[in-house]
């Protein structure tokens, strides 16, 4: 067992071989934090946070004892109304209108393994020894409302998962306003947050600010997740390194609003709250009905930022993604987007697949452009049927061709959203997201649908299966490509504003049916790039396209950051042309090549029109890539030194697990003039093993590479450089 409950005590630990978190029921009532971090074998100090008389901050009724206060009480699941004035967890109001909940203590339950949350993506486990799970249940008399606190802790990682069920056991509706699947105070702030921020294009740029007095909010009110915030924050020391210190780590697995709240109070305190944003949710809860929020990840670190990532990656590649490319090397592919846009026929995809086959590429994606009348991104989203005009032969037809050219096949949907201009709207115009009376905005020239309709959610699932039915598919890109606005249902009558949830759980559920009747097919989820990569997303779908932005030395920080949560295997990565159509940069083909397989490899760019020397190059680079594949999608990645840092460097290297193989990276961004010489300290190699060092004419010992390093820039001349480097154990 990995769960402990002190009778006398009354306290919680639960432990593995890495972490401890502790909480105890305070005055038999209030489940009150105690520790979090580093295993402790035996946790005694329960319930022993010291006690003062803070003035203002009252005291719980019937209590006489004023040194013990909710305000100042290091809590588990907070809330408002009560005496603790900082941010809550949760709101239920009742038919009075009040919102005054007091949720006390009443019993724990322990089992082995881990529940499945119904509706909702969740990490899991294969065997019930892989984990244990405690729930916690809270009462409040008056309403008869309870809340079970799940917190489940994994035997062998540094992680506790955390979600919420409200159940309403009383007799009257209640409206729940707020329900956040986490909360952890901690007893200082002496932290720097740490976030993901970006938007599109900019995706998950790393953002570190040290921690200061005030309420610091994370969010989206953009209908689902989106460019601007990831769901993810992380509490380090000051001191704390990529591989060295403290960090806490919190990441949301839902693919909706979410909102990550960071508050220090007058003493101090830091409180971290995860779940739903409360902007556009509510719930009505019915008597004898129950509400389940999504899970929140916990993670905790003692060796630095690269410790949390290892911890995350290797959770979401083991237990958060399914299916059988789970654990399958990704294939290279090319995608026609930016080779010809809306522009191509049967003749120019032929063309492009013979040369991806000529060069190695594995796959052929077939992007926008296939269906209805959709010529440009006016029309057709909807209308899942073959644009004949464009493919008279059938869809059918291009894919047997390509298929018989010994290559894969895939194609692009967006499934989510309807355009004005399409048939569908014109038989169902209620069946977007929108408010009866007001205006529709436009995004893209396009609507959201309305995914909380199950009349909608069936005629998308009709048409996508008719398409894939037919095809011999092998892959499909699902794309997103706006936020709502006016969130709203014509067919929900009773509060709108569950509107924007009952859309990710019907949005999850069509996921779950396509993705079980076609466990062969390699889903790859997008939103304008990485305007929805969110571990929600992975649970359906093992890899996301990472950013439109394809430019080589963009990539850099977009990818350095993506890592910081994401494994390697979920990060498409590709080859496009010069200039660069995002950013219009020239870049070398091996640099772009170079950061392109520090992800799932692929080309986004008219493979015909390559010079013999450039098809020389791409073809060397898919003969590399191939051979190094799994220790590039599924090996430790560390990441050495940070594009954040300066405009000068950024340096990576990919492990094998038993040490034996690594790959090494370096990018120079911007020369200097009569530049100082440079140094790059290896990471999680071998120290007792000796590698041959590509280029390098003696072997060199791991200790070595990792503490004294290597020489690099003296042979990099000029801006936008790379140098890529095996090793290989020979003793």
Known sequence: ??????????????????????????????????????????????????????????????????????????????????????????????????????????????????????????????????????????????????????????????????????????????????????????????????????????????????????????????????????????????????????????????????????????????????????????????????????????????????????????????????????????????????????????????????????????????????????????????????????????????????????????????????????????????????VQGRTKSLGRSQYVLDYSRKEVRENIVEQLTKVMDELPLDYVKWDYNRNMTEIGSAALNVNQKETAHRFMLGLYEVLETLTTRYPKILFESCSGGGGRYDPGMLYYMPQTWTSDNTDAISRLKIQYGTSLLFPISSMGAHVSDIPNHQVNRNTSMKLRGDVAMSGNLGYELDLTTLSDSEKAEVKKQIQFYKEHRRLIQYGDFYRLLSPFDSNEETSWMFVSEDKQEALFFYYQILSEAHAPSKRVKLVGLDPNKVYQVEGFDQPIGGDELMNSGLYLNPELVGDFESRRLLLKAVR
């Open 1 to 434: 067992m990995t769960i402990f409950y002190d009778e006398q005590q009354k306290s919680f630990h639960l432990q593995n071989e890495h972490i401890s978190y502790v909480f105890c029921i305070e005055e038999d009532h209030y489940v009150a934090h105690s520790y979090w971090g580093k295993k402790i074998n035996r946790y005694v100090q329960t319930g022993d946070y010291p006690r003062i008389d803070r003035s203002f901050s009252p005291n719980p009724h019937p209590m006489t004892d004023r040194l013990f206060s909710l305000d100042t009480l290091l809590q588990e699941f907070p809330g408002g109304g009560t005496g603790d004035f900082r941010e809550s967890a949760f709101e239920l109001e009742y038919e009075d209108g009040t919102t005054v909940t007091q949720f006390k203590y009443k019993n724990y339950h322990i089992r082995s393994g881990k529940p499945v949350l119904n509706g909702l993506p969740a990490t899991y486990v294969k065997e019930d020894n892989e984990a244990d799970t405690l729930e916690i249940t809270l009462e409040d008399a008056h309403s008869k409302m309870e809340v079970k606190l799940s917190y489940t802790i994994f035997s062998d990682r540094p992680i506790i998962t955390r979600s919420v069920k409200f159940l309403n056991n009383g007799q009257q509706l209640v409206k729940i306003n707020k329900a956040l699947s986490s909360n952890v105070d901690f007893d200082d702030s002496n932290y720097e947050l740490i976030q993901l921020p970006g938007s599109w294009g900019r995706e998950r740029h790393l953002k570190r600010d040290p921690l200061t007095r005030g309420v610091h909010v994370l969010d989206s009110k953009r209908g689902t997740g989106s460019h601007v915030y990831q769901p993810f924050s992380a509490l380090v020391r000051p001191e704390t390194t990529e591989h060295t210190g403290e960090v806490f780590g919190f990441h949301f697995i839902y693919s909706g609003e979410f909102t990550a709240r960071i508050e220090v109070d007058p003493f101090d305190q830091t409180r971290v709250l995860m779940g739903i944003n409360p902007e556009h949710f509510s719930w009505n809860l019915n008597p004898g009905e129950e509400f389940q929020t999504p899970e929140v990840v916990l993670v905790y670190s003692e060796t630095g930022l690269n410790g949390m990532s290892q911890s995350l990656h290797k959770l979401y590649r083991e237990r958060l993604t399914r299916g059988v490319h789970q654990l399958e090397e990704r294939p290279v592919l090319v995608n026609n987007w930016e080779a010809t846009y809306f522009d191509f026929n049967e003749e120019k995809i032929l063309n492009l697949a013979d040369e991806a086959k000529e060069l190695g590429i594995e796959l052929v994606v077939l992007d926008d452009g296939w269906f209805g009348k959709r010529n440009d991104d006016f029309t057709s989203l909807g209308d899942w049927f073959l644009n004949e005009e464009k493919l008279p032969k059938g869809l059918g037809q291009l894919a047997d061709e390509v298929k018989a050219k010994g290559l894969k096949f895939g194609i692009w949907f967006e499934p989510e959203m309807i355009s004005e201009d399409s048939e569908l709207y014109r038989a169902h115009p209620d069946w977007c997201v929108h």
